[in-house]
């Protein structure tokens, strides 16, 4: 068989180790905090540091999310991944445990799991309608896997040693601080006579004394001496389990252990666009593209602010954007807290997910296929590198503009507001022609209006507020030229520095 992987259309992609620079900017890192919560032991981060090349790989993800939405194969592969985890703490245990009796009897356990979860994926594959080419070649790989000579004698030789541990019998007699070990010999159980005699003196519902012991898998120092003169006592099984445990310790195939991690990639972010599916907002696959044809997305939002809004059962506010022909560039002004930011976040939320082959916020959306995606937001002034606020943003904005192609994506919040409206101005007009001439595909968040005339390239869009009271926010980020308005009072208002705040404040 040649089938290697589900994940990757080719099957030999390398998993990048470091995550990009943009997703604290972003929020991204909560959104992968919040997919891959619980799932430690699987180490998904790479995958999500890992973006695709092209549209076709692309696609083979959404081809397996899409199968993976009809319920009755996620229930399958859910059991496969449950009874797989299972299996890792069984293995787990394994290796931790002292004695080696013990080791063995918990691999053979393990082992039995793995078998039965085997023959389960391949039967939930078997009577599903796929269309995956991924889950296809995991069919058909699993198939030859579960008929094959070598999982047939694992599952043989399992059930072997487990029958002949079965018939290992023994009894305990307990006489003060001594206990003898012994084979069982036929002797009688009298607990239900007993049980039965004294029934008839019963006069009501006697408060039960029982203690529950604790069932923890380690053995005191008395359980191990028992065990091991259990062994001694009957040595033939005993023998059988730890040459087993030698003898298959490379039992795993493995494909079959690729394919669970990397199923739980898709269960992980399936499970999570469920939270917002559930809510009623809108979560669609979106269509790649690598030229300058139209992106838009409609319905989107910010995933990372999303689900804390989901969470506290809190309406989420969605938006809209497209660009087409020349357009490159969305300038975003507006008041502040208007959710100009949280609009530049989500933009760059959709089209990072998407290199993933994940599904992305909103109803419809086409994206474009970019090689990297740069982020400059406000950082706080760092005293170690010797620089101020206005020196260290051009740094950075010198840093990505000389790292940036025609392909990439730029997002900027707030630059250079460490100094004069002035110099702003001039300075942002400057960064502004850069990308413009580069060709980027850009989201700039900003205070400065003028802008937004440089060039047919960029496209105005405008935080809205309440015609009635512009103090308050809508957060529809709306297609519109810039109105100019700072929205002075309101600011004011917030800092209670209108002339009604500061007359009273400066009563004598």
Request: charged letters at 25%; one cysteine or more.
């Amino acid at each position: 068989m040649t089938f290697r992987s589900i994940l990757f259309e080719k099957g030999d992609d390398q998993e990048y180790r470091t995550a990009p620079e943009c997703l604290g900017d972003l929020n991204l890192d909560q959104v992968i905090d919040a997919i891959i919560a619980g799932k430690d032991e699987y180490k998904l981060r790479p995958f999500f540091y890992t973006p695709l090349q092209t549209p076709a790989a692309i696609a083979y993800r959404h081809e397996v999310m899409r199968d993976l939405e009809d319920n009755a194969l996620f229930e399958g592969i859910d059991r496969f991944a449950q009874a797989m985890r299972t299996r890792h703490e069984y293995m787990g245990l394994a290796e931790r445990l002292g004695n080696a009796h013990q080791r063995s009897r918990w691999f053979l356990e393990a082992v039995e799991i793995y078998c039965q979860a085997v023959v389960g994926l391949h039967e939930s594959l078997a009577g599903a309608d796929l269309r995956a080419r991924g889950l296809l070649g995991l069919r058909e790989y699993v198939q030859d896997y579960a008929g094959s000579e070598a999982l047939r004698a694992l599952t043989a030789e399992t059930q072997a040693v487990k029958a002949a541990l079965r018939m290992v019998r023994y009894c305990l007699a307990i006489k003060q601080n001594t206990i003898k070990v012994r084979r069982y010999e036929g002797e009688a159980d009298y607990s239900a006579e007993v049980e039965e005699t004294f029934a008839r003196f019963k006069e009501r519902t006697a408060h039960s004394y029982r203690a529950t012991f604790a069932s923890a898998p380690e053995m005191n120092h008395v359980e191990y001496q028992i065990l091991n003169h259990v062994a001694l006592l009957f040595p033939e099984p005993f023998r059988a389990l730890d040459a087993y445990y030698e003898r298959n310790r490379n039992y795993l195939d493995a494909v079959i252990g690729r394919c669970e991690r990397e199923l739980q990639f898709y269960i992980a972010v399936l499970e999570y666009m469920a939270i917002f599916r559930r809510r009623g907002l809108p979560v669609c696959y979106p269509q790649m593209v690598m030229d300058e044809q139209e992106i838009f997305c409609r319905g989107g939002y910010d995933m990372a602010l999303a689900y804390k809004l989901c969470l506290q059962e809190q309406p989420v506010i969605c938006n809209d954007f497209h660009l087409a022909g020349k357009e490159r560039i969305f300038l975003v002004s507006g008041p502040n807290q208007g959710g100009k930011t949280t609009f530049a976040r989500s933009f760059g939320q959709m089209h990072y997910l998407a290199r993933l082959g994940c599904p992305v916020a909103g109803n419809a959306a086409q994206l474009y296929l970019c090689d990297a995606i740069y982020t400059h937001f406000e950082n706080q002034e760092d005293i170690a590198n010797l620089r101020g606020k206005l020196q260290d943003d051009l740094v950075r904005i010198h840093h990505i503009l000389h790292l940036a192609t025609p392909h990439s994506i730029i997002i900027a919040n707030e630059i250079f507001s460490s100094t004069t409206l002035q110099d702003a101005v001039l300075l942002g007009e400057r960064v502004m022609r850069e990308i413009v001439t580069g060709g980027l595909l850009c989201v700039c968040v900003t205070f400065m209006d003028e802008l937004a005339g440089l060039s047919d390239t960029i496209v105005s869009m405008v935080s809205t507020v309440d015609p009635g009271q512009p103090q308050v926010r809508t957060y529809r980020i709306v297609r519109r030229p810039p109105d100019g308005l700072a929205y002075a009072i309101s600011i004011a208002e917030k800092h209670r520095l209108t002339y009604a705040d500061l007359k009273e404040r400066l009563k004598p």
